[in-house]
Nanobody
Framework: QVQLVETGGGSVQPGGSLGLSCAASGSIFSDYVMRWHRQAPGKQRELVAGITSSGRTNYADSVKGRAAISRDNAKNTVYLHMNSLKPEDTAVYYC???????????WGQGTQVTVSS
């Protein structure tokens, strides 16, 4: 079993920046892809960014150039840093890890990010 705990959410003004962390505990293996998703009120959950065990990254078009995902395999932790935040970035941000071998996936409980003046 895998447990994910997100930290770092909060309120920030437009144009500001924020860093999120997600620490995984349990049976985490190096083949896991780690991702951040978000869900805004009334909208579907969407992928924000992902990173493979080798460090290959991908980003949603809406955050390209403003977001950076990274991971520390020794700490089983994935990070998301976002800058130039916009009100439309307001959402609950969820951490997700998925094994590339078994496809089994786990989700964190989410952390709220609010961008407002």
């Amino acid at each position: 079993q895998v447990q994910l705990v997100e930290t770092g959410g909060g309120s920030v003004q437009p144009g500001g920046s924020l860093g999120l962390s997600c620490a995984a505990s349990g049976s985490i293996f190096s083949d896991y892809v780690m991702r951040w998703h978000r869900q805004a009120p009334g909208k579907q959950r969407e992928l924000v960014a992902g990173i493979t065990s080798s460090g290959r990254t991908n980003y949603a078009d809406s955050v390209k150039g403003r977001a950076a995902i990274s991971r520390d395999n020794a700490k089983n932790t994935v990070y998301l840093h976002m800058n130039s935040l916009k009100p439309e970035d307001t959402a609950v941000y969820y951490c997700n890890v998925q094994s590339t071998m078994t496809q089994k996936a786990y989700w964190g409980q989410g952390t709220q990010v609010t961008v407002s003046s």
